[in-house]
T-cell receptor, first 114, second 112 residues
């Protein structure tokens, strides 16, 4: 079975500061990795995904994430945040072969202060 | 390209009633998944349908069921509603798992 741990439930940062949202996963088989963002009263929007290849993945809205296989981590980063980045962020995995479903972390609430 | 459409957006039901939620996937997407989101349990997988067949099921009681039609539209049904079924129900569609899943805006179900 797979599991995802998001190490911070809440992250407050000031506008234009850098941010890192941490995600660790556990799986006995190979997985694909995703980050989703959820704005209030909305569904989930895909930020980026890691399938294979380069471990540094760039996504939308200036976000990027780095896959570290030895540490089973997939941390999300942004060099300079904006007020509009205030949202909840979810890390998720799905197995490459087998039951096709997303396993989510508990989410990290990112709050941007002016 | 239209996104994933879920109807209705909001729903209020009474304990013991049943409810049906609808999801129209992105055109061409044959896989449709359902997730339940609650503050306490987070995002949990309900089931996944592909070409009208349920391929995967999460750990939910038999009161939760679903189906997929030949046009890939999907419905989920919850019978004998309980207060704990109050949640945001999200539908997601995908072409392949590699592309990631596109989510709808969800149906917020409140059971009173």
């Amino acid at each position: 079975a797979q599991s995802v741990t998001q190490l911070d439930s809440q992250v407050p940062v000031f506008e234009e500061a850098p941010v890192e949202l941490r995600c660790n996963y556990s799986s006995s088989v190979s997985v694909y990795l995703f980050w989703y963002v959820q704005y209030p009263n909305q569904g989930l929007q895909l930020l980026l995904k890691y399938l294979s290849g380069s471990t540094l993945v760039k996504g939308i809205n200036g976000f990027e994430a780095e896959f570290n296989k030895s540490q089973t981590s997939f941390h999300l980063r942004k060099p300079s945040v904006h007020i509009s980045d205030t949202a909840e962020y979810f890390c998720a995995v799905t197995v490459i072969q087998g039951a096709q479903k997303l396993v989510f972390g508990q989410g990290t609430r990112l709050t941007i202060n002016p | 390209k239209a996104g994933v459409t879920q109807t209705p957006r909001y729903l209020i039901k009474t304990r013991g009633q049943q409810v049906t939620l609808s999801c129209s996937p992105i055109s061409g997407h044959r896989s449709v998944s359902w997730y339940q989101q609650t503050p306490g349990q987070g995002l949990q997988f309900l089931f996944e349908y592909f070409s009208e067949t349920q391929r995967n099921k999460g750990n939910f009681p038999g009161r939760f069921s679903g189906r997929q039609f030949s046009n890939s539209r999907s419905e989920m049904n919850v019978s004998t509603l309980e207060l704990g079924d109050s949640a945001l129900y999200l539908c997601a569609s995908s072409l392949t798992e590699m592309g990631g899943y596109t989510f709808g805006s969800g149906t917020r179900l409140t059971v009173v």
